[in-house]
């Protein structure tokens, strides 16, 4: 029996190398940039790394990163200035774009499609929600001042869950020995980019669940809607926190998955919003990655993206705010 185990364990050891081997070889891993916390309390990327993205078992999307020196994914550094037009993008990974070439962004289309006019710069961080990203554009309030333009992604069914600003625990996490060493082994991150790492995370929660029979039914109306009118409550609570500028700001948003208590609080209010998911949906072209289980926009679902924004700017003029 003893050596039977001994087997097993040196055979499994085997095999854990050679697919370590062959996994880096063909870099089938993903791998995020390495995260900080910086000068600011802005949760971002370490400036100065490159990297690739992969997506899928085998490679189905694969790109390239780059972090400026400001500690996001972008082409560009960001440096507003006084005299030209500049739109700054603020989001979650959906505006990141970890999971598209960093040169052939949302912000890079936006440029072209109005003949680099206009300089644009994506402030986006994976798992940001509003009261991050209304936290970042506080911090940044003196570049901000500069950019004409500032549009805010915003899903309403996830970025509205809390009503104040704690600086993200992924810093701290992955900056820890045992995520170091984590980060090292390439096989765990090939598991968990092909899903089979959360299904083993996610095991003890769901015994638990059946254990408490802890079932949830079917949620009514009356829920739906208390529901909603606490993310617009967090929503009026976090604006009070940190005021936008109404003139220049804008919630880019999916009109299909926003409450309408949502544009009844913006009409109200007087902040202003677009909708790219209506153009999205009427595409007859598929617009998002194959095999990403977060259902990034691929090339396409951007061009649409790229365009409803490029419209946006062009129809409050390009030299109308400076």
């Not at 499994?12 to 081997?21: N, R, S």
């Not at 070439?101 to 710069?121: F, T």
């Not at 500069?146 to 600086?167: A, C, G, H, P, Q």
């Not at 669940?209 to 009026?236: M, P």
Request: proline residues 2%; charged residues 25%; negative net charge.
């Amino acid at each position: 029996m003893k050596k039977l185990l001994s087997k097993i364990i040196i055979y499994g050891f085997l095999m854990a190398l050679v697919l370590e081997i062959v996994i880096r070889v063909l870099h089938l891993y993903f791998e995020y940039p390495i995260v900080t916390l910086n000068e600011n309390e802005v949760v971002n990327y370490v400036p100065g790394q490159s990297g690739s993205f992969v997506v899928g078992n085998r490679r189905m999307n694969f790109s390239n990163y780059h972090i400026n020196e400001s500690g996001f994914n972008s082409f560009r550094e960001f440096v507003p200035t006084e005299q030209n037009f500049e739109v700054a993008l603020i989001g979650d990974s959906f505006i990141e774009g970890l999971h598209q070439d960093y040169d052939n962004s949302i912000g890079k289309k936006i440029e072209n499609n109005l003949d680099g006019k206009i300089a644009v710069y994506e402030y986006g961080f994976s798992g940001n929600d509003l009261a991050d990203q209304l936290h970042l554009v506080y911090q940044l309030k003196e570049k901000m001042k500069l950019i004409d333009v500032i549009y805010i992604y915003l899903k309403f069914d996830e970025d509205l869950k809390r009503n104040t600003y704690k600086v993200h625990t992924r810093a701290n996490l992955e900056n820890s020995l045992v995520f170091k060493v984590k980060r090292e082994i390439k096989l765990l991150s090939y598991l968990k980019g092909i899903g089979l790492i959360a299904p083993l995370t996610e095991l003890p929660g769901k015994l638990i669940s059946f254990v408490k029979d802890d079932s949830k039914s079917d949620t009514g109306e009356a829920e739906e809607e208390n529901k909603d009118l606490g993310y617009i409550t967090n929503l009026d609570t976090l604006l009070e926190i940190y005021p936008i500028d109404k003139e220049k700001t804008v919630f880019l948003i999916n009109e299909g998955n926003t409450s309408q208590a949502f544009f009844k609080y913006c009409d109200n209010q007087g902040f202003r919003y677009i909708d790219f998911g209506t153009p999205l949906k009427q595409s007859n072209k598929n617009t998002i990655i194959q095999y990403d289980p977060m259902k990034h926009w691929n090339d396409h679902g951007r061009d649409i993206v790229a365009k409803v924004i490029s419209e946006d700017i062009e129809n409050m003029g390009i030299n109308n705010t400076k």
